[in-house]
């Protein structure tokens, strides 16, 4: 029989609803992580005993009652909440994601038959082993999401999960068994029923797998289904020689090529959006795409605003598409001044942009990253030195200068030159060199 060690908490609850004369088990996502050996995300019971029966176990204890409705009781057990839920029947789909009515039923079976993938209708009771009506585990080794039931019926029922198969696909580096792909494709244009908010909590974990180049290359017409601008993508001739992909491959390969941090991987998804409509042939036959930045910039902006991302990661990721074509010299200089623009994480995320992008070019060009590899030392080389890199760090300040008589917007001016003087490296950042350039002007 499996055994898996598993936390306390949810050992004491299993416990606790056996004692009290009820089936209880572990279910969905954490029967699948044990059985993959990776660690569960959290665990989730399901159980024969009605809500309030369960109410009634863990009477004493912390109960959150929110998801009542839909039979979950949550019990903080030892500091840890914890998700029963009554073994449940689905009702109708009338919109494709909420079921109309749940039925509590008595039978396990009917339980897992509502769950979505084989994968993740498998339970597990220590004492009892697993318990797989499905045949999740044989899936589990092939590296196979299926549908529990008719594919099309399920996704049919409630379109999220033609984003979750794909989500999962990308974070366990599995494949969609072909029935199951066939109807993810032929149901995708259902996503449009979903709430943004559903929509790119799923879409952020997919771009954060380890297989979200592949998934993006297999699944176009699924990730259109949330994005309609990557469309014209697929497939798009770019006709310039540093490209050996079409655009969708090379975002694809460019979205694999940066850490996993979703305004990262957002930004390397929408980075190449303007494209499309930007290209222009030059008389040498080569591909041109002048202003695409800032076409990137606008589609993005309004793709993240629709999916509804928090504000700092929509303004993070457009900054970095701002400037992702934009020169990044290995001059002390300009590093100054795109610190000082930009903030040191923004500005490392920024060469990680560059990195990425350029090692998604055709293979010849992979070598300009030993560029940007001296853009980035020379950039901890000045933050090394405490730098001056905003009027905070100047050696002088506001009342320095009103003492010198300056006062109103010729004051915020000179302060401004005095930083461009530090930035440029013509000024040091001493009190005795900014006074005496403040001299020199006249001032
Ligand atoms: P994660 O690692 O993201 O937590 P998970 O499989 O645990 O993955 P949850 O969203 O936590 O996913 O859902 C828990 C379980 O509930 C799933 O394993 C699955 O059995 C079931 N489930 C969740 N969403 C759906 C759905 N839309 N349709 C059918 N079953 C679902
Ligand atoms: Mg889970």
């Given at each position: 029989?499996?055994?898996?060690?598993?936390?306390?908490?949810?050992?004491?609850?299993?416990?606790?609803?056996?004692?009290?004369?009820?089936?209880?088990?572990?279910?969905?996502?954490?029967?699948?992580?044990?059985?993959?050996?990776?660690?569960?995300?959290?665990?989730?019971?399901?159980?024969?005993?009605?809500?309030?029966?369960?109410?009634?176990?863990?009477?004493?204890?912390?109960?959150?009652?929110?998801?009542?409705?839909?039979?979950?009781?949550?019990?903080?057990?030892?500091?840890?909440?914890?998700?029963?839920?009554?073994?449940?029947?689905?009702?109708?789909?009338?919109?494709?994601?909420?079921?109309?009515?749940?039925?509590?039923?008595?039978?396990?079976?009917?339980?897992?038959?509502?769950?979505?993938?084989?994968?993740?209708?498998?339970?597990?009771?220590?004492?009892?082993?697993?318990?797989?009506?499905?045949?999740?585990?044989?899936?589990?080794?092939?590296?196979?999401?299926?549908?529990?039931?008719?594919?099309?019926?399920?996704?049919?029922?409630?379109?999220?999960?033609?984003?979750?198969?794909?989500?999962?696909?990308?974070?366990?580096?599995?494949?969609?068994?072909?029935?199951?792909?066939?109807?993810?494709?032929r149901t995708a244009p259902l996503l449009?029923?979903?709430?943004?908010?559903?929509?790119?909590?799923?879409?952020?974990?997919?771009?954060?797998?380890?297989?979200?180049?592949?998934?993006?290359?297999?699944?176009?017409?699924?990730?259109?289904?949330?994005?309609?601008?990557?469309?014209?993508?697929?497939?798009?001739?770019?006709?310039?020689?540093?490209?050996?992909h079409d655009l969708l491959t090379h975002?694809?390969?460019?979205?694999?090529?940066?850490?996993?941090?979703?305004?990262?991987?957002?930004?390397?998804?929408?980075?190449?959006?303007?494209?499309?409509?930007?290209?222009?042939?030059?008389?040498?036959?080569?591909?041109?795409?002048?202003?695409?930045?800032?076409?990137?910039?606008?589609?993005?902006?309004?793709?993240?605003?629709?999916?509804?991302?928090?504000?700092?990661?929509?303004?993070?990721?457009?900054?970095?598409?701002?400037?992702?074509?934009?020169?990044?010299?290995?001059?002390?200089?300009?590093?100054?001044?795109?610190?000082?623009?930009?903030?040191?994480?923004?500005?490392?995320?920024?060469?990680?942009?560059?990195?990425?992008?350029?090692?998604?070019?055709?293979?010849?060009?992979?070598?300009?990253?030993?560029?940007?590899?001296?853009?980035?030392?020379?950039?901890?080389?000045?933050?090394?030195?405490?730098?001056?890199?905003?009027?905070?760090?100047?050696?002088?300040?506001?009342?320095?200068?009103?003492?010198?008589?300056?006062?109103?917007?010729?004051?915020?001016?000179?302060?401004?030159?005095?930083?461009?003087?530090?930035?440029?490296?013509?000024?040091?950042?001493?009190?005795?060199?900014?006074?005496?350039?403040?001299?020199?002007?006249?001032?």
């Amino acid at each position: 029989m499996d055994r898996f060690s598993i936390p306390s908490y949810a050992r004491t609850a299993l416990d606790r609803l056996t004692a009290a004369g009820h089936e209880a088990w572990l279910v969905g996502g954490c029967v699948r992580d044990l059985l993959l050996g990776r660690v569960p995300g959290d665990y989730d019971v399901t159980t024969s005993a009605l809500p309030e029966e369960t109410e009634g176990v863990f009477a004493g204890e912390r109960l959150i009652e929110t998801g009542l409705r839909h039979g979950t009781v949550t019990v903080v057990l030892e500091g840890c909440p914890l998700e029963i839920t009554t073994y449940r029947v689905d009702g109708t789909y009338a919109d494709a994601r909420h079921p109309d009515q749940v039925t509590f039923t008595r039978s396990l079976r009917e339980d897992a038959a509502r769950r979505d993938f084989t994968v993740n209708a498998m339970a597990y009771h220590p004492d009892r082993g697993l318990w797989d009506g499905f045949g999740g585990r044989a899936d589990l080794e092939k590296g196979l999401l299926r549908c529990v039931g008719d594919p099309e019926t399920r996704f049919r029922e409630d379109a999220l999960r033609i984003l979750r198969a794909v989500r999962f696909a990308s974070v366990l580096g599995f494949t969609l068994e072909p029935a199951t792909a066939e109807a993810a494709r032929r149901t995708a244009p259902l996503l449009g029923q979903i709430a943004p908010e559903r929509l790119s909590a799923e879409l952020t974990k997919l771009l954060c797998g380890p297989g979200a180049g592949t998934v993006l290359g297999e699944y176009p017409d699924i990730l259109g289904a949330l994005i309609p601008e990557l469309g014209p993508m697929v497939g798009f001739d770019q006709r310039n020689r540093h490209h050996c992909h079409d655009l969708l491959t090379h975002t694809a390969a460019a979205v694999d090529n940066i850490p996993p941090d979703p305004a990262l991987r957002l930004a390397m998804l929408l980075h190449d959006v303007g494209k499309p409509e930007t290209f222009s042939l030059g008389e040498d036959g080569q591909g041109h795409f002048y202003g695409h930045a800032k076409r990137s910039v606008e589609l993005a902006d309004a793709i993240l605003r629709r999916l509804r991302y928090p504000n700092h990661l929509r303004e993070k990721a457009v900054t970095l598409i701002r400037f992702h074509d934009a020169p990044l010299t290995p001059d002390p200089r300009p590093i100054r001044r795109w610190l000082n623009k930009l903030g040191e994480e923004t500005f490392f995320d920024l060469i990680a942009v560059h990195r990425a992008d350029t090692l998604a070019l055709a293979p010849a060009y992979h070598s300009r990253t030993a560029e940007l590899d001296r853009v980035e030392a020379l950039a901890r080389d000045i933050l090394a030195e405490a730098p001056c890199l905003t009027l905070r760090d100047l050696a002088v300040d506001g009342h320095d200068l009103m003492a010198l008589g300056y006062a109103g917007p010729a004051l915020g001016a000179a302060l401004r030159s005095l930083l461009d003087g530090v930035l440029e490296g013509d000024l040091d950042n001493t009190r005795q060199a900014l006074l005496a350039a403040l001299e020199r002007e006249g001032r």
